[in-house]
């Protein structure tokens, strides 16, 4: 599979974490580095041939991340077979390029202006994940985003994290935007808590409470 790579940033929480192997963190970063806002739908032989290790043990791998909590998985089911798994990492890995301008020749240094920054420091507080990674991901633009940014630079790192891991499995259950709710209602209502609850034509079979198998029609 062939893509633009451009680096990854690991959050301290995962480089630090001493339950992980260095084997789960860079099959973590390969996951969220295939996830495009609606899941890493990779198999376990892609990740197998990429890190030149067994699918039995990539198999391994990833139920440890999910049990550890790094990673949900949703199994979409046609009858009875499988037919795709969707792996969603729970902290965001990828740090977005922020300014950075091409010129005749290559690329320029980074052009982070003011409000680059004003939109990521809170009383010289770093935020962890920037109010326009949620903010496109639910694709919901309604309401005031100035008063909706301030309202996620007051959360906290841990409930920021939530939102992001919530906000994926929620737009998966809620495909229709229009039937999302609206952005402020989400933050007033510390909706990111909530349950899942999937729409009546998925036949849910949770089997625990990370791991959820969805039937399809």
């Known amino acids: 599979m062939e893509r633009d790579f451009k680096g990854v940033w690991i959050p301290k929480e995962v480089w630090l974490d001493e339950n992980l ?62 037919k795709q798994r969707i792996l969603t990492p729970t902290v965001p890995i990828r740090k977005r390029e922020q300014g950075i301008r091409k010129v005749e020749g290559g690329y320029s240094g980074k052009a982070e202006d003011n409000n680059t920054i004003l939109n990521n420091t809170i009383n010289n507080k770093s935020i962890n994940i920037s109010f326009d990674t949620w903010w496109d991901l639910y694709d919901k633009k309604v309401g005031s985003k100035i008063k909706l ?12 994290t939530q939102a992001i891991s919530h ?51």
Request: aromatic share 14%; glycine share 2%.
């Open 21 to 82: 192997t260095w084997m789960e963190k860079l099959l973590l970063v390969e996951i969220d580095s295939l996830d495009k806002e609606k899941g890493c739908f990779a198999s376990n032989k892609y990740f197998a041939e990429f890190f030149q290790l067994s699918p039995s043990r990539i198999s391994e791998l990833v139920s440890q991340l999910v049990s550890k909590g790094y990673v949900t998985t949703f199994l979409l089911y046609d009858g009875k077979q499988v």
């Open 149 to 160: 940014q301030s309202k996620w630079n007051k959360l906290t790192d841990d409930q920021r």
């Open 167 to 217: 906000t994926r499995q929620y737009i998966i259950a809620q495909p229709d935007k229009q039937y999302r709710k609206n952005p402020d209602t989400y933050f007033n209502n510390e909706s990111f808590y909530d349950e899942i609850i999937k729409p009546k034509e998925f036949n849910q079979v949770p089997t625990n409470k990370i791991t959820t198998q969805i039937k399809l029609k």
